[in-house]
């Protein structure tokens, strides 16, 4: 059978199948994985069929990569080690991810991208939650120098932390599965992680690639999805696993204005229903519909809008207009705000701000703070695998190879090169909560 004829008789889709159906069935407004563009160009590898877009590439390298499977033990705001049903960074990902492909679908943009943003947003998260990442960005902002150990008047700012710019660094960067450092993901969804949550300004230790885009300019809608998704699943969940932990009464969340329109609209039977437990269940449920459903309703009016008012009918009209889309394209109402800021202020109050999350924050900051010390004094005591690609990458001798006259000496210079701060920086932001408590337990406990 010649090759023509096999290409006629096959009965399934190729990736230039896939890439028509994008064009027929998503909006003029959605990203398409034709347009889509990655760092290093992509060797066939001896395939004999292609038969998955770009973005579904990028999903499929995140799945499998060893900063995706270290969620499941990372904290999201209980310690993943207090309760079997408490959310980790893993459940919390696969939730934004739901939700993404829930909107996309609904709003005819590309779900496949928006997947792949929500599985590579937290990749660069610490372990022990939000207070990890404050405490590295304390230390590598120059905030706090452990005690008189730093000396950033000679050392400088090494650039601060922030858990988006990690997470763009761990596929950029720290993942190795291919000739090229990092995942060589497409720029749409390396721009999608970088920017589901604000940056700040004066973060500067990751260059960003940023001639391929803009860290500034306006962001697709698959990426507002995801940055909006991320904060729904982060509240409706954080109040969920309060509850559950005993942190906060049913009778208060009930009181809260999107628990009363959740009530009236949804589950208007909500009170003849007996059970705490699904009763529990309707509200997390419902809170998540009505928000979701109040971003829906007001941004296809917006896009309708916009697009109509571009005279946007197609995706090259669109393309052309990329760098004009308004940043705010998908978002809540004015009364949608309400509501969220509402319970937004309640999880902090009644929950974040609980004895409990702060006796565990408490314990997170002095791990990470003591572990940052022991590797900083002794970067003996780092890992193989965490100092030799470092002495690949600088082409230095490897530190175990040093003559035992000379360590001394090159410990000495370790400790004044910011590469070698941002180096402790990475090992400890890749570790899941258990590894940093054992890690902890060997440095310092006999």
Not at 227 to 249: F, K, Y
Not at 301 to 324: A, M, Q, V
Request: hydrophobic share 35%; with cysteine.
């Amino acid at each position: 059978m010649s090759p023509k004829e096999r290409t006629s008789s096959r009965n399934f889709c190729n990736k230039k199948d896939l890439e028509a159906s994008e064009d027929q069935r998503l909006a003029a407004y959605a990203m398409k994985s034709s347009y889509a563009a990655r760092l290093h160009k992509i060797m066939p590898e001896g395939r004999m069929h292609d038969y998955r877009t770009e973005f579904q590439r990028d999903r499929d390298r995140i799945l499998h990569s060893r900063a995706f499977r270290r969620l499941k033990h990372k904290t999201q705001v209980f310690v993943a080690t207090e309760g079997d049903h408490q959310r980790t960074r893993l459940t919390h990902t696969l939730e934004v991810s739901q939700m993404g492909r829930t909107l996309c679908r609904a709003l005819s943009l590309n779900e496949d991208l928006a997947e792949a943003i929500a599985l590579g947003h937290d990749l660069g998260h610490t372990p022990f939650g939000h207070i990890g990442e404050e405490v590295l960005h304390g230390i590598m902002s120059g905030q706090d120098d452990l005690e008189g150990l730093l000396d950033f008047k000679k050392l400088g700012n090494p650039g601060g932390f922030k858990h988006n710019c990690q997470s763009l660094r761990v596929v950029d960067l720290l993942e190795k599965r291919y000739q090229e450092d990092g995942l060589n993901l497409t720029d749409e969804t390396r721009i999608g992680i970088l920017r589901h949550t604000s940056l700040p300004d004066n973060m500067t230790y990751q260059a960003f690639e940023s001639e391929r885009f803009s860290v500034k300019g306006p962001l697709f809608l698959e990426a507002q999805v995801v940055s909006m998704t991320d904060e729904i699943a982060q509240q409706a969940h954080d109040m969920e696993d309060g509850l559950r932990a005993g942190l906060v009464d049913l009778r208060k969340i009930e009181q809260l204005r999107i628990m009363k329109e959740m009530i009236r609209k949804i589950h208007p039977d909500y009170h003849a229903t007996r059970s705490r437990f699904l009763k529990q269940n309707m509200l997390v449920r419902g809170t998540i519909h009505v928000l979701l459903t109040d971003i829906l309703v007001h941004s296809s009016g917006k896009i309708r809008e916009w697009t109509d008012r571009e005279g946007i009918r197609s995706s090259k009209e669109f393309y052309k207009r990329l760098n004009d889309i308004p940043p705010d394209l998908i978002e809540f109402s004015r009364k949608g705000k309400g509501l969220f800021q509402e319970l937004k202020e309640f999880v902090y109050r009644e929950i974040i701000n609980s004895y409990e999350v702060n006796i565990m924050d408490g314990r997170a900051i002095h791990f990470i703070r003591n572990l940052y010390k022991a590797y900083y004094t002794n970067p003996r005591q780092l890992q193989d695998w965490a100092l030799l690609p470092y002495a690949h990458r600088r082409k230095e001798p490897y530190l175990r190879d040093i003559p035992l006259k000379d360590v001394g000496q090159k410990i000495h210079e370790l400790r004044n090169e910011p590469a070698f701060l941002r180096l402790i920086c990475d090992h400890i932001a890749g570790m899941t909560d258990k590894f940093a408590m054992d890690e902890y337990q060997k440095l310092y406990l006999p």
